[in-house]
Structures are given as structure tokens and as C-alpha cells.
């Protein structure tokens, strides 16, 4: 009964905003806080597939949500509906969507939108998934799931564990204290500041970059693109950066003791060339420093070049 | 008495609409069930608490709105001809009573929506934006005659899906073009890792299920194909 009202509310809160119908459509603007009941709210789930998302954490105990909708018309403004479903376990559930009216003209994905601005205790978990739209991340946490098809996704000042996906939108993260795991079929993955346990990155048509990168543990690959890392190793550390076709790149800050190994069509490996060991398996492989435990650097590209320099 | 029958009739129990023994039973129920009484007393707190809530009122403007469309149907109406309008009486789904039913729901919602604002959640503050001058919106893109928003935000996970496919099979290719320098152990441990998976995507549900279980197709094709873990395991 609560949910249904709160969802019904949602529904008719843009009703009292006074719909303002321009040339070129209507508009409407809400704004809606919700505070906790008994527990606090520890994970917020979002389902945005009519436009943006954005996701901001701050030191409240309330989620504020503002909602910014627009469409062709007034009739058409009175279809999109955002439904907030918070559960008695701290999850809330904000869900948008346009209802089907067979009697209604019909419209294009494209001609309406509902985006959304969510501000959220900082320890909230986040899963978000948006479509077309832009999904952000900012001063969270509690890390989060964030899942796109073609919208821009970003992250920034995030702890905790960040999964993020996409099949053509663009992904950066930035300012990431958790492990990463990044996977895009055709985008490119930026990445920087990244300090967690494990970071892994995917990319079939896209290139991968990153800078200042302090995992202990980097897997990176792509298909097509090149990849270009500057990095921290860590003690026992693998970084293991990998492309089908690509060029690879890695310039490492030095910290300890490295085992590199590298394999390519061309293979550079700067100031310490004349320290490689040639494999019979086709590596080639250089130590540096010493110590008992090494991090090892593993770079290969089957079809395309490897380069690495070490900065002192 | 069940729960679930106890909690269909909870609402209108609190609003003292039970009456006679269906009221008791309800009441009985409640004395012996923890959970029930739980929920009951929760509704009870938050109705109590959002009495103090002040009232919403819907704009003076909401109202005028609909009383200028009402008139301009008037006018509309007395310009018509006898027999059309004799027409309309027998036919529902005439104009005139499609706008004479939209003010009876639009009456009905904001009547249900204050009559129930006191079952709101307590601490639920809502607020609107006051109303503002904005850049005018992109012009929006012109939709097609045949296609729906709601047609189309169904489509997305199986559009998804698709990309999904077709980058699995582009590693899948790679892969086999690796898989020249691998030992027949090998190979058939990839094809049985590789139908293991693909039954993993056959099964799940079109959507997320399916998705991340083309990623993790992807992610195995990119160790086979990329990495050379079949080839080192």
C-alpha cells in the first residue's frame, strides 16, 4: 500500500508542478525527498531508460531526486511516470517509463526524455542502468553496478567496488579507491587515479587508457585498440596488459623490484633493452631492481607493437 | 484468518470501515500474529504522523485550465449540428464526453491523491520546483509513425543482446585462428568451456540475465583469444 502511494505520489507530483508547454514542447520539473524510516538506505537501485542519470553522494541521511522531464506535448508529458519503491531492507528502487496508451499518437524514444539528478547518502550502494543516456557517479561510498547501451558513463571520487558495463558508450573513471572492473564492447575506457585491490578493463574496439594507476593486480584488453598505462607496481603485483591487434604502452613508476615480460611485432623496451633476455618461446623478458618478491609486468599485442619505459 | 487476508483488509480496518465480525476477525488476528500487528502498527504511526502534513492543494491554474477547455467544448458543442450532437449522446467515445471524463478523473486523482495523503510515508517531504523559465529543448527528433517510446524502451535489451552476439562472435573467430597452436586437450577444452557458456546464454531471461552472461562469454573468449590462457592452462 505504501508503494503504491509513494509511486502514485511521483506520479502526480509533476501535475502540481504546472507543466509548461514551450514551441518546441513541455517541460516539467519536481523535486522529491525521501528520509529514512527505521534503517538507512544502503542501496539504490535505478532504472532510467528515457534519459540521464546522475548520482551525487552527500552527508544527509535523505535521497533528494529531482526529475527533469520533457516531451513533444502536455499529452504526452502525462505518460513519462518515475515510481520510487523504498523497501523496509534500505534498498530503494527509482524506476522511469512511459505508459503505453494505444489510444495516444505515438512517440519516438527520442522525442521525450526523463533525467534525473539523485543526491544520496554517501555509503549507499549504487545500481544504475540507463540506455541512451548519460550515467555519473560522483562522491560515493559504497562503489556501485553501472550498466549503459550507448550513453557516456562516468565515475569520479568513488570507494568501494565499481563494476561498471557498456556496449557503445564511452566509460571514465576517475578518482576510483576499489577494485574496477570495466567492460565495453565498442567505446574507450579512460581511467585515472585508480587505488583499489584489482582493476580490470575490457575493450573489443576501443582503446584503453590510463594514468596514475596503483592497483596491486591490472588486467587490461582489448581487441582492436591500443592501450596506454602509466603505473604504480606494487610488490607481487600483475599487471597484465593485453591487445589481439592493438599497440601497448606502459610507463612504469619505480617502486621495487619487476619482472617484465613482453611479446609483440615490435618490441621496445627503452633503458632496459640491452637487459633482455630473449625467450624460446618468442618473449622477452628483463628483470629490474632487486627484491624477493617481484611484481610482474606482462605486456603482448599478437599483432601490434609493445613499448615500455621505466621512469625513475 | 491468514496474514495475507489479514493485510488485504488492514487499510480499511484503520479507516474503521470493518464492521461487525469481519472487524473482530481482523482484530483476533492481530492479538496472535507478531508480524501483522508490526505492519498494522507501522500504518497507524504513519498515518498519524503525515495528519500533521499541511495540505496540498492543486494550483488555482490546474483548474482554471480545465474549466477553459470545458467551455471552449461548449462553444464548440452549441456551433454543431442537431443530429451530431444527438449522436454523441448514444456514443461514448465522442469528444465531448472524452473531455467530460478526463474532469471526472482528473477530479477523482486529485481526490484520491488528498484523501490518501495522510497514508503517506511520515517522513516523506515533497516538494515542487517552483515553476520556471527555461531555455527552450532541443527540438525533439520527429517520431516515426509506427513506432512507440514504450515499443522501443522494450526492444533495448534484446538490441543489447544482439551487440553482445555479434562481438562474440568476432572473438570467437579470433579465438579459432588462435587455437591452431593448441593441443587437442585444449581444444576440446574450449569448445566444452564455450557451450557450457553459450547454454548459460541460451537459458537466461532476455535482459540483464542474458547480458552478463554474454560478458562472461566475452570475458572467457578474451582470455582464449588475447591472453593465451587455454594455451598456458
Known amino acids: ?312 | 484468518m491468514t496474514c495475507d487476508k489479514t493485510r488485504e483488509q488492514l487499510t480499511a480496518y484503520l479507516d474503521g470501515e470493518l464492521e461487525g465480525d469481519r472487524g473482530t476477525a481482523v482484530r483476533g488476528h492481530l492479538r496472535t500474529c507478531d508480524a501483522c500487528r508490526a505492519m498494522a502498527s507501522d500504518e497507524a504511526a504513519l498515518r498519524d504522523g503525515l495528519r500533521s502534513l499541511p495540505p496540498l492543494d492543486p494550483p488555482a491554474s490546474m483548474w482554471a485550465g480545465v474549466q477553459a477547455r470545458l467551455a471552449k467544448e461548449e462553444v464548440a458543442e452549441s456551433e454543431r449540428p442537431a443530429w451530431r450532437r444527438a449522436l454523441a449522446r448514444w456514443m461514448p467515445s465522442s469528444p465531448r464526453f472524452g473531455i467530460g471524463m478526463a474532469f471526472v478523473a482528473a477530479v477523482a486523482g486529485v481526490v484520491l491523491v488528498l484523501h490518501h495523503k495522510h497514508e503517506m510515508k511520515r517522513d516523506m517531504v515533497m516538494t515542487t520546483l517552483p515553476h520556471e523559465t527555461q531555455a527552450p529543448a532541443p527540438a525533439p527528433a520527429p517520431a516515426p509513425s509506427n513506432a512507440d517510446v514504450t515499443a522501443e524502451i522494450a526492444a533495448a535489451p534484446a538490441k543489447t543482446s544482439q551487440d553482445y552476439a555479434q562481438a562474440t562472435k568476432e572473438l570467437l573467430a579470433a579465438a579459432r585462428t588462435e587455437s591452431a597452436t593448441w593441443s587437442d586437450d585444449q581444444k576440446q577444452a574450449f569448445d566444452a568451456k564455450v557451450g557450457e557458456l553459450q547454454a548459460a546464454i541460451d537459458g537466461a531471461a532476455e535482459g540483464r540475465a542474458r547480458h552478463k552472461a554474454y560478458r562472461a562469454m566475452l570475458r572467457y573468449l578474451q582470455g582464449a583469444a588475447i591472453r593465451d590462457e587455454v594455451a598456458l592452462r
Open chain 1, 1 to 312: 500500500m505504501k508503494t503504491i502511494l509513494l509511486a502514485l505520489c511521483l506520479a502526480a507530483a509533476p501535475a502540481f508542478a504546472e507543466p509548461k508547454t514551450a514551441d518546441k514542447g513541455a517541460d516539467e520539473h519536481a523535486r522529491v525527498e525521501l528520509a529514512p524510516s527505521a534503517k538507512a538506505f544502503k542501496q539504490l537501485q535505478i532504472d532510467n531508460p528515457l534519459g540521464d542519470v546522475r548520482v551525487e553522494g552527500y552527508d544527509g541521511t535523505a535521497i533528494q531526486i529531482e526529475t527533469h522531464k520533457h516531451a513533444p506535448d502536455e499529452e504526452t508529458l502525462a505518460r513519462l511516470r518515475v515510481s520510487l519503491v523504498p523497501n523496509p531492507d534500505g534498498t530503494v528502487h527509482i524506476q522511469t517509463m512511459a505508459d503505453k496508451n494505444v489510444e495516444a499518437k505515438p512517440v519516438a524514444a527520442s522525442a521525450v526524455r526523463i533525467d534525473l539528478i539523485i543526491r544520496a547518502p554517501r555509503d549507499a550502494r549504487v545500481d544504475a542502468s540507463v540506455i541512451a543516456g548519460k550515467l555519473e557517479l560522483v562522491n560515493m561510498d559504497a562503489g556501485g553496478e553501472l550498466d549503459t547501451a550507448s550513453g557516456p558513463l562516468s565515475v569520479r571520487n568513488v570507494q568501494g567496488e565499481v563494476v561498471t558495463h557498456s556496449v557503445s558508450g564511452a566509460m571514465t573513471l576517475t578518482q576510483v579507491f576499489g577494485s574496477v572492473d570495466a567492460a565495453t564492447v565498442s567505446s574507450d575506457v579512460d581511467l585515472d587515479t585508480i587505488g583499489g585491490e584489482k582493476l580490470v578493463a575490457s575493450a573489443n574496439h576501443g582503446r584503453i587508457a590510463g594514468r596514475r594507476v596503483r592497483a596491486r593486480d591490472v588486467e587490461l584488453t582489448t581487441t582492436d585498440g591500443k592501450i596506454w598505462l602509466e603505473a604504480e607496481a606494487a610488490l607481487r603485483g600483475h599487471l597484465v596488459v593485453s591487445s589481439l591487434h592493438g599497440d601497448v604502452e606502459v610507463h612504469l613508476h619505480r617502486r621495487g623490484a619487476v619482472l617484465l615480460r613482453a611479446h609483440g611485432t615490435k618490441v621496445d623496451l627503452g633503458q632496459l633493452q640491452q637487459q633482455v633476455r630473449a625467450q624460446p618461446n618468442g618473449w622477452s623478458e628483463a628483470s629490474i631492481g632487486q627484491g624477493d618478491n617481484p611484481a610482474l609486468v606482462e605486456m603482448r599485442s599478437q599483432y601490434g607493437a609493445v613499448a615500455f619505459t621505466w621512469i625513475e
